[in-house]
């Protein structure tokens, strides 16, 4: 069983800042890729950007590159997505994701379904 939960989420205008957080337990925190994936309202669930086991490499979607950054902490479990120059169309529920296979990129995150979810946390952007 591993736990993941989000935090940071919150309601910022269109070019401001956030950095969300997700603490994870119960397992070797760095064997694993983590990764943050959106969804907004009639949307369907879609990748935004992956860190590869130990943080070997990271990965992201068109709309999150060159605005988005990923990192991780291993001594904290912590995987973080500071995102900047926000715009509307980011508004979602944002959903930290670890991968059940281990010593994976960030390309393999981007792909799989076959993952541990997090409950999820609000991000608002408004014009």
């Known amino acids: 069983q591993v736990q993941l939960v989000e935090s940071g989420g919150g309601l910022v205008q269109a070019g401001g800042s956030l950095r969300l957080s997700c603490a994870a337990s119960g397992r070797t925190f760095s064997t694993y890729a983590m990764g943050w994936f959106r969804q907004a309202p009639g949307k369907e669930r879609e990748f935004v950007t992956a860190?590869?086991?130990?943080?070997?490499?990271?990965y992201y979607a068109d709309s999150a590159k060159g605005r988005f950054t990923i990192s991780r902490d291993n001594a904290k479990n912590t995987v973080y997505l500071k995102m900047n120059s926000l715009k509307p169309e980011d508004t979602a529920v944002y959903y930290c994701?670890?991968?059940?296979?281990?010593?994976?990129?960030?390309?393999?995150?981007?792909?799989?379904?076959?993952?541990?979810w997090g409950q999820g946390t609000q991000v608002t952007v408004s014009s």
């Open positions: 860190i590869g086991w130990n943080g070997f490499n990271t």
């Open positions: 994701a670890a991968h059940k296979v281990p010593k994976t990129t960030a390309q393999d995150m981007s792909r799989t379904t076959n993952v541990y």
